[in-house]
Structures are given as C-alpha cells and as structure tokens.
C-alpha cells in the first residue's frame, strides 16, 4: 500500500470515528452541552498525555508568541465543540455534520485574514458557494423552530475553521501534534468545568459509557486525521473526510429515524460539490508527485 492509498483509508476512518461521536453523544442523552463537552475532552486528555509520556515529549511550548496562538486554538475549538454538540442534539445528524464541514472554507479565510496566505478569486468563489449551501441547511426564517441550533452548529464550523489556522500555524513553528491535542484538551476540560459544577445533571452508567465511547471515538479521529494528513497532502486527501456525512445520515437514519428535509439535501450537494472542485482544482493545478511504498 503506497502513502497516499493509506491516507484515504486513515482519513475515512477518521470520518467514520467522528460519526460514531456525534452518535454517542446525542445517545448520551438530555445532558448540558458542557457536561458532554466536558467528558468527551477529559477522555482526549488521557489518550494525548499517554502519547506524550509514551514519546517522551515534554509538555511546553516552543516560544511564549506560540503559547499565545495555543490559547487562541483551544479556545476557537472549545467554542467550536460547544456549537457542534449542541447542534447535534437539536438537530438531524447530517445537518449538524454538514455545518460543521465549513471548517475548511472557514480555515481558508483565516489564513487569509490571520496568515496573509493567497486567497484568489477561485477560492473566494468556492467559499462563496459553500456559504450558499449552508444557508439552504440553516433555512435563516423566523419559521424554523432549529434556526438557534443551525446557527450554533454554523459557528461550530467557524470555531473549528480558526483553530484549524492557528493548527497550520504552530505546525509550522515547531509545535507537536500530541502538545497541540493535550493543551486543547485541558483547556477545554478547564473552561468546561465551572459550567459542570453548578450544573451538572446525575448520569446513568449507560450515560457515562456513551460519553466515554464519545471521547474515545474522538480520539480516535483525531489520531487517524492526523496521521492521515502526515502521509499525504490535504489537496490530495480532504475531500474523503466528506464521508463523514454519509455515516452520519446512516447512523442518523438506522439509529434516530433523522431524515433531512429537501433544502438540506440541497445545501449538502453544493457544500460538497464545493469541496470537490476545490479537491480537482488543487489536483489539477501540481503535478501529483509518485507514490513510494511505505517501508
């Protein structure tokens, strides 16, 4: 199996992880969004520290300016979470997973705004469209009774897009996945925990477990989307991370009985049409370097 065929196996396999957590965690059940947010970080927090301690990496930043780029990451994210679990409580899985698939669009034009990276006319024009997509999911009328969690799940993906960013940039300036994963991890566990003291609902143990299977689940797709992109370009690979929203209506559809209204199944064909052609288009533009084996 050369590189690039195991990047698409380990990026669906990150999608198919992150559909099994949106699924644990509407199971979990009328819980607070930041009880559930809570959990499923504190778990991550124990897979990233293993990895920490198994490598040997020490758990600090390279420069006090990346410190400040971590805080804004974890905190994007954190937010980011929060608008994605509760959409994913209030509405049908797939649109939440789809509103939640505008990071990409989102992490363009913060590399723009924050990284002064190239943003062209191409790339404004697909932004453009997915944002059209993503109004036909949100269906912004004072008629729809989902509009506050469209618009949480919306600002999920803008959350995830600026973290992806400041992601792209600590990459760049010496940071460690594994430090990344854990610093956003604890801060979410931190700026999660007052809301759990003082609102913090009994659980079952069929709760907890759905709660840890979250987190595990997450953590799972954390690892496999960042192995993913270690062995192959995202211009070569993200498009397949839109499978997500095939498990998810699936799981939504055999587990909930979600089925999506037409304009959603027309928001989801632009959103994904729009990652498409940006998938083409990045393919087309640089020649594909060959594949070598992976020893």
């Known amino acids: ?45 124990f897979f990233a520290a293993g990895v920490l301690i198994k490598n040997k990496i020490p ?106 960013t400041c992601v792209r940039y600590l990459g760049q300036h010496g940071e460690k996945g594994p430090v990344i994963v854990a610093f956003f991890s604890a801060f979410s566990c931190i700026l999660s925990l007052p809301f759990l003291i003082f609102d913090c609902r009994h659980m079952s143990l069929y709760q907890v477990l759905m709660l840890i299977g979250a987190g595990f689940a997450a953590a799972g797709g954390q690892f496999t989307i960042t192995a993913a992109y270690s062995n192959a370009p995202a211009k070569e690979i993200s498009v397949f991370d839109y499978t997500q929203i095939i498990f998810t209506a699936s799981m939504g559809f055999f587990i909930f009985s979600d089925i999506p209204d037409i304009w959603s199944f027309v928001g989801y064909i632009i959103i994904v049409s729009m990652a498409l052609i940006v998938f083409i288009h990045n393919n087309k533009k640089e020649p594909q370097p060959s594949d070598s084996p992976i020893t």
Do not use: H, W
Not at 62 to 72: D, F, I
Not at 103 to 127: A, D, G, H, W
Not at 141 to 159: C, E, K, R, Y
């Open 1 to 45: 199996m050369n590189k690039r065929k195991k990047a698409v196996l380990l990026i669906i396999l990150s999608a198919f992880c992150f559909a099994v957590m949106s699924a644990c965690v509407r199971l979990s059940g009328d819980l607070p969004t930041m009880q559930k947010v809570f959990f499923r970080n504190f778990v991550a927090l």
């Open 59 to 164: 758990f600090k930043t390279q420069s006090k300016k990346n410190l400040g780029v971590l805080t804004v990451r974890a905190l994007a994210g954190s937010l980011g979470m929060v608008g994605n679990f509760y959409a994913i409580d209030k509405l049908v899985l797939p649109d939440a997973s789809i509103l939640n698939k505008m990071s990409p669009f989102f992490c363009v034009l913060f590399s723009y705004l924050l990284l002064r990276e190239k943003l062209t006319m191409f790339n404004l024009l697909t932004i453009l469209g997915a944002f059209t997509g993503a109004l036909f999911v949100i269906k912004p009328t004072f008629n729809n009774a989902d509009l506050l969690a469209s618009v949480a799940g919306f600002l999920g993906g803008m959350g995830a897009g600026l973290a992806y």
